[in-house]
């Protein structure tokens, strides 16, 4: 079942193949700021659904994480595509889209698993 979301204004608007099971709170210092509870999800389940133009992107630091996307109108961090770090190393060959859980529409995140990750030490 699908699952959509946006960001404050509705500028920037997104849809992904199902809610998540779970979600991340990364520690580095980019997320800890955003405040953002990431949803992981491949390219494919990813659905941008406003016009790419509203979409304005950060690159950070080691360029690791490749894309952090917000709205070019009112600032929200919306996602971010980088390579699967399920391992705990890049594994750039299965990327990965990370979205703002707080972003979802109609969605209860008090009732899915929260996982920190080490960003502050891994990247």
Excluded at 13 to 24: C, D, K, L, R
Excluded at 52 to 74: D, I, Q
């Amino acid at each position: 079942m699908p699952i959509k979301g946006s960001c404050h204004c509705g500028q920037t608007q997104f849809e992904v193949n199902e809610p998540p099971a779970e979600v991340t709170r990364c520690t580095c210092s980019l997320c800890s700021k955003r405040g953002a509870l990431w949803a992981y999800y491949t390219p494919a389940q990813f659905r941008l659904t406003s016009p790419p133009e509203n979409v304005a992107t950060y690159l950070w630091g080691s360029r690791t994480v490749k894309h952090h996307h917000f709205c070019a109108s009112c600032g929200c961090g919306t996602y971010s595509e980088s390579p699967d770090w399920s391992s705990g190393k890049p594994d750039f060959d299965n990327p990965k889209v990370a979205v703002n859980s707080h972003l979802f529409d109609d969605f209860d995140l008090d009732a899915v698993t929260v996982t920190a990750i080490d960003g502050k030490n891994l990247w």
